[in-house]
């Protein structure tokens, strides 16, 4: 229900028009929870004896429509009623407030029953209401249902009084519903609860939107019919024969052509839904927005920004490392910046609070490495070809056979915005001065409206302590996290017309010790050589409440390599290679790359280093 709940806020200000429209209804009354009706087999309790409570909480934002609604009282599932006493229900405006009202229960049920409560209590509108039940019991009583959607608010419980959130555990939402019935509560209502759609299309090309339609109510709903317009053009209509049951829902897909209006942007397109005997149209429609492009808006080059999670400690992280670089040899290095977070599998030498923050891209069930990020994007078509994790951005690396098409399709991805950093250093006082030039087409402000910047302090090629699965003395870690200069999810923007710039001063200290690093035997400290040092500057855009709503728009980077001389008084060429030699597995030399199969690479440098690497093609 929370998306819901966004859908139907810019509803609440017609509620009272509505009401006073629908006067003479008669009342109506309705049962509703997050778990929409949903009952589980199994039954969920909290350990020890005490008393014990159950809780859902239902947001202002969905009762608005209900306000004048009485409170009738609340419905509850049991799994089990054995070894329970002193079951009760109640309602209050906080997990901690006293009852607004309550009901003892002498005889508790299993399955659903209602408790219904003694008091002239009425939604407000302007309040959560929490609904739930405690009892008393010795032992763990497993009487709680948990079923239905995963809601934000939908899973509380506590012992004598110490709530704890268990809507993390992703089980669904505790079997408890509110009563309430009044003149404004309708029969029948279906609603218009969540759309996604295409917010930028090539002119030309298909636009696609998906829209969801639920009914609201405890009646059952037979048909419904749909419109939609582009700048009030019908492109799409039609009926659904189709009977919705109670908080049921519906999903309708749309492929419209996109140039069945002009070229533009923040073109407004309107969904509509209905249905007969529906109670309360003002939930029956939503207007979206989409912009179209062509070639005259994609002047902006597209680096990808990819962010792998690896540490030392990952055994599997060299097959990572490995694939990243066959896919950079293979010409993405022109078009991919990237940047390296020591998380994910334990923590190293090179870990910083930072790289444990950017873990919740994971989302609540855990984190491993290797791993990597694409722009931030949670994008199903990568995620196919990746084996992504569902509900993050972040995704598996395994092969460069796989792991190339993902690095294909999103630098194909048109870019409306160019980020272009610049760096002055100082060799005398480690002082960088940074300048980020931000410059963006019209299109770009439909993908986001309120643009971050983010800016950040990445060194390469620092030698490795034990890193695992790999036998190499040489070995060394590319485009480490050190620190950001902005905060680490950016900051505002402020543009002049189309164009924007941001100044930062950073001296760069002389070293950075890992405080999360525990293995004695090795130093936490790593030296910060200014040579190495890359700048990476980005625009996105940040949801603090939901990992999959991150994306970065475009990338720039700026290397100290360029500017500053080699020790001995040349500037070196990107590449040290002195020659490259290939083996079989069986040690069979060969001075080209093998067409299949699993081969070793051996590397020399002018330096006399050399590096040997396992590989696969």
Known sequence: MVKFIKSIARVAACVGLWASACGAAHAATLHFGPCEGQTSTKGYGKTGNGTISAAVVIPKEQL??????????????????EGMTDLCGWVRTSLTDKDID????????????????????????????????????????????VAGPT????????????????????????GIELVIEGDNVPAADLALTNTSFDEITEFGSTYNARFIVQNFSNSVLKGYRYVCKIQDKTVAE???????????????????????????????????VSAEGDGYPADNSATLYMSTYDDTNTKYFHNVLLEEFSTEECGNCPRAINTIEQCMEQGYDKSVIQVTHHAGYNYDFLSTPDDNTMLWFYGEDGSFAPAAMLDRLSDPICK????GKAGTPVMSVAYANTFAPALKYMTGRPAFVGVTPTCLYDAATRKLEITVDVEKDEVFDAQSLSPLLTVYIVQDSILHHHQAG?????????????????????????????????????????????????????????????????????????NADDPCDCTVFNSGVYRLKKDIPSSIGIVESDSKVVSTEYFSIDGIRSDTVPESGMYIRRVRFSDGSEKTIKMVR
């Open 102 to 145: 309550s009901t003892p229960v002498a005889a508790p049920q299993t399955g659903w029953s209602e408790i219904l409560f003694g008091k002239a209590c009425t939604v407000s509108g302007n309040e959560d209401l929490v609904v739930g039940y405690s009892f008393k019991q010795e032992l763990t009583v497993k009487c709680m249902s």
């Open 64 to 81: 608005a429509k209900y306000a004048g609604a009485r409170i009738k009282g609340v419905r509850i599932a049991l799994i089990t009623t």
């Open 470 to 542: 790999y036998s190499s003395d040489t070995f060394k870690h590319r485009h480490v996290y050190r620190a950001s200069v902005t905060p680490l999810f950016g900051e505002a923007l402020t543009w002049d017309g189309n164009k924007a710039q941001a100044k930062y001063t950073y001296t760069l200290p002389d070293s950075i010790e890992s405080s999360l690093f525990w293995e004695p035997q090795y130093t936490k400290s790593v030296a910060i050589n200014p040579r190495d040092v890359e700048v990476v500057a980005f625009v996105s855009k940040y």
């Open 151 to 174: 809601d934000k608010g939908g899973y509380w419980i506590a012992k004598d009084g110490g709530w704890t959130d268990k809507s993390g555990d992703k089980l669904g939402s505790l």
């Open 238 to 272: 039609g009926s659904v024969d189709k009977t919705i049951g109670s908080f049921g829902r519906d999903t309708v897909k749309l492929a419209i052509a996109s140039d069945a209006v002009a070229k533009g942007v923040r073109i407004p397109v309107s969904l509509e």
């Open 384 to 387: 196919q070809i990746l084996s």
